[in-house]
Antibody
Framework: QLQLRESGPGLIKPSETLSLSCSVS??????????WAWVRQAPGKALEWIAS???????YYKPSLRSRVTISIDTSRNEFYLKVTSVTAADTALYFC??????????WGQGTLVTVTS | QSALTQPPSASGSPGQSLTISCTGS?????????VSWYQQHPGKAPKLIIY???KRPSGVPDRFSGSKSGNTASLTVSGLQAEDEADYYC????????????FGGGTKVTVL
C-alpha cells in the first residue's frame, strides 16, 4: 500500500524560503510509470498544482510559480522535495504530495499545513 | 494559465442526477484526454474519481461518470446519495511552453 507523508516547518516568516519533504513508502520513487508532484490548497480555496518531477530529475512547473519554486528528488532516500523562495501570506496553504500517472494524481498524502506569518 | 472554470455550487435531491461542467481551452481540455475529477470531503485529502475523461479507478461507484466535448469536460453523478456531498475538482494536462496541470476552481455539491 503506497503511502506518502509530507513534512514541513508549520510556520514560516515572510520572505523566507519554504522547504518541504515527501517520504514515500510502499512503492519505489524510481518507478518509470510515475511522476511525483506537489499540490497546495489555501484555506477555503481550490487545489493548485505546483510542480512535478520524474525519477530522472526531469521537472515541470506551473508557469506562474516557476521563478520561485524548485522540485527535487532523492531516489536513494525514496523522497522528493519542494522549495519555495520569498514566501508571502499567499503561500499559506495545505501542501499535498502526490503520485501522478499521466497528469493524474492517483495517490495523495494527508498534507502538511504551512502558515506564513511574521 | 487561468484555472479551469467550474460552477461554484450545485445541488440535487437524493436519487437525482447532477452534472458539473469544467471549461478550459484548446491548450488543455480541448487537446488532451488527461482530464480528471476529484472528490474532497471537509478536512480530507482529495480522492480521484475519474481519470482520462471517463475512466473510474477501482472502487469508485459507477454512479460517477465523465465526458468531454470540445473545451468542456463534465462529471455526472447519478442517483445522488448523502455521502456525495463534497467539493469536486476537475483537472487537465496543459501545455504552454512546457507541460503542467491545471485544476478547476471547485464545485460544492449539496445533497438537499
Amino acid at each position: 500500500q503506497l503511502q506518502l507523508r509530507e513534512s514541513g516547518p508549520g510556520l514560516i516568516k515572510p520572505s523566507e524560503t519554504l522547504s518541504l519533504s515527501c517520504s514515500v513508502s510502499g512503492g519505489y520513487i524510481s518507478s518509470s510509470a510515475h511522476h511525483w508532484a506537489w499540490v497546495r490548497q489555501a484555506p477555503g480555496k481550490a487545489l493548485e498544482w505546483i510542480a512535478s518531477i520524474y525519477f530522472t530529475g526531469t521537472s515541470y512547473y506551473k508557469p506562474s510559480l516557476r521563478s520561485r519554486v524548485t522540485i527535487s528528488i532523492d531516489t536513494s532516500r525514496n523522497e522528493f522535495y519542494l522549495k519555495v523562495t520569498s514566501v508571502t501570506a499567499a503561500d499559506t496553504a495545505l501542501y499535498f504530495c502526490v503520485r501522478e500517472e499521466k497528469s493524474t494524481a492517483f495517490s495523495w498524502g494527508q498534507g502538511t499545513l504551512v502558515t506564513v506569518t511574521s | 494559465q487561468s484555472a479551469l472554470t467550474q460552477p461554484p455550487s450545485a445541488s440535487g435531491s437524493p436519487g437525482q442526477s447532477l452534472t458539473i461542467s469544467c471549461t478550459g481551452s484548446n491548450t488543455d481540455i480541448g487537446t488532451w484526454i488527461y482530464v480528471s475529477w476529484y472528490q474532497q470531503h471537509p478536512g480530507k485529502a482529495p480522492k480521484l474519481i475519474i481519470y482520462e475523461v471517463n475512466k473510474r479507478p477501482s472502487g469508485v461507484p459507477d454512479r460517477f461518470s465523465g465526458s468531454k466535448s470540445g473545451n468542456t469536460a463534465s462529471l455526472t453523478v447519478s442517483g445522488l446519495q448523502a455521502e456525495d456531498e463534497a467539493d469536486y475538482y476537475c483537472s487537465s494536462h496543459a501545455v504552454s511552453d512546457s507541460a503542467y496541470v491545471l485544476f478547476g476552481g471547485g464545485t460544492k455539491v449539496t445533497v438537499l
